[in-house]
């Protein structure tokens, strides 16, 4: 199949490229010198991401038609997810270069409660960086020994770095739950994500492709992540899209940006009507 460039404009759909590999002796010196268990264990991952808006439905079909053409890539279905980012009244944690995420995934009939930190890598100069560059580590809250080891840590490292005393759990909290203990534990929310969407995953050994589609005004996105900058861009050229063209935002800043004109929280929200229906009052949890 011959390599064409994908177009990209407005609005309609997105693409974005992700990677992981496990490299704790990657983790900032600030993370390393805090001496907690994750680094001991090597539960870091590097994740670098990139994100493409796809002008057309055809577009979308034509990437989907190369991934499947790609012998390296498998298939692993469809899921939807809900994202909840809180930060304090302040913003301590963006200011600090720290994303505290809840996640809840469903797929097929299998849910599940997912807690990951993010820690910024080294800032680019403004208008060169083409992708996201980060620390993460992740876990499922499950009440699992290593649930419990990596809450606690996560809690110490948010403590460290951004200044926020939060008890992390190491059991599984709805939506709901989440964004109420952290009100108990933290006090007046701000929102930096609240946001579903429906994710189609193709994985090869090095990196992974997620199709994303969300309530409106995201529209659908393609992300990819990889496990380098190297290994990023080549996964790009390989889908036949243009590294010049893509977007170092995260979902809940490209939300934010479109939502301008509304007022806060309503920036980073959206959710799909026909679920999460749970959260129907959300807004009285993290109004300011």
Known sequence: MQSARVSVCEHTSFVVVHGRESTPGTVSATT???????????????????????????????????????????????????????????????????????????????????????????A???????????????????????????????????????????EVP???LDTRGWLTLLRAQIGTLRVRALLEKRRTVYKAEDWEVCLDRFPSPMGSFAEIEATDPNTLLRTAGLLGLDADESDARTYGKILGDLNAHLPDPLTRIALFDDSWSGLTDVLELTAS
């Open 170 to 172: 190491s059991s599984p």
């Open 124 to 166: 680019e100069p403004a208008g060169s960086q083409r992708f996201q560059d980060h620390e993460e580590v992740e876990f499922e809250a499950d009440g699992s020994e290593r649930a419990v080891r990596a809450s606690s840590d996560i809690s110490e490292l948010v403590d460290r770095l951004a200044g926020v005393s939060v």
């Open 32 to 122: 390393r010198r805090s001496g907690n268990t994750l680094d001991e264990e090597g539960d870091w991952l590097r994740e670098c991401e990139m994100k493409f808006r796809i002008g057309s439905a055809s577009a979308a079909l034509d990437l989907t038609a190369r991934l499947l053409d790609l012998d390296e890539c498998v298939y692993l279905g469809t899921r939807t997810e809900l994202d909840c980012v809180m930060d304090t009244e302040n913003y301590a944690m963006r200011a600090a270069g720290v994303i505290l995420r809840h996640r809840t995934v469903r797929h097929k009939d299998n849910v599940s409660k997912l807690i990951t930190l993010k820690i910024a890598g080294p």
